[in-house]
């Protein structure tokens, strides 16, 4: 029987690490490797990592929200998502806060979905996304600030939402990841939604 198909951990050598850039979310770093026969050297950003929700409602519906990013340019779609920045916060208890920060609900289902490496030859931010169901408003809503402060929402059928990740109509990775991910796991339970 074949092993398991996974990626592999690696531990070399670091011989030389450096802060390059201290940010106010994430820092820079440069570090030189042994690898192989040689040595290699690679910045990077240090990211703290994040949680991400799919939000499914009764109707077959994800939730997407839509905010500013302002290094792409673009008022962008997205699932509800944010940084593992509290201390002792659970990955399910970070995207439990973010789904309430950002969309003023809560689920009463929680289920891990996928866990990804957005950008892994830059940074080394890992993103673990969840399936949310069983929903409901939350009785008292959240302040939103900055980029938040303007979020639009909007109840997307699930395979509609597919077809715009399809036709590169939607390219933000956590939601196409999210969206995919779900769209394969109810169709392996049979499920509608």
């Known amino acids: 029987m074949d092993e398991a198909l996974r990626d592999e951990p690696v ?16 820092d820079v770093r440069s570090d030189t490797v042994r690898y192989n026969d040689g040595r290699i050297v690679r910045q990077y950003v240090v990211h703290p990592g994040a949680a991400a929700v799919i939000a499914l409602d009764d109707e077959g519906r994800v939730l997407l929200i839509q905010q500013y990013r302002h290094p792409i340019r673009h008022r962008d779609w997205e699932v509800p998502a944010g940084l593992l920045d509290v201390a002792g ?24 979905l ?27 809503a959240h302040h939103r600030e900055e980029e ?30 999210g969206v995919l991910a779900t769209a394969e796991r109810l169709r392996r339970s049979g499920a509608e939604h």
């Open 114 to 140: 996928v866990s990804m490496f957005t950008t892994p030859g830059g940074n080394d931010e890992i993103v673990h996304l969840f399936l949310a169901r069983g929903l409901s408003t939350r009785a008292e």
């Open 11 to 26: 531990d070399p050598d670091v011989v030389a690490s450096d802060l390059v850039y201290r940010g106010a979310i994430w």
């Open 89 to 112: 916060e659970s990955p399910e208890q970070a995207a439990r806060r973010e789904l309430a920060e950002e969309a003023d609900l809560e689920a009463s289902s929680w289920e891990p």
């Open 148 to 177: 938040e402060a303007d979020i639009r929402m909007r109840w997307v059928p699930l395979e509609d939402a597919v077809t715009a990740v399809l036709e590169g109509r939607l390219r933000n990775g956590i939601l196409m990841t």
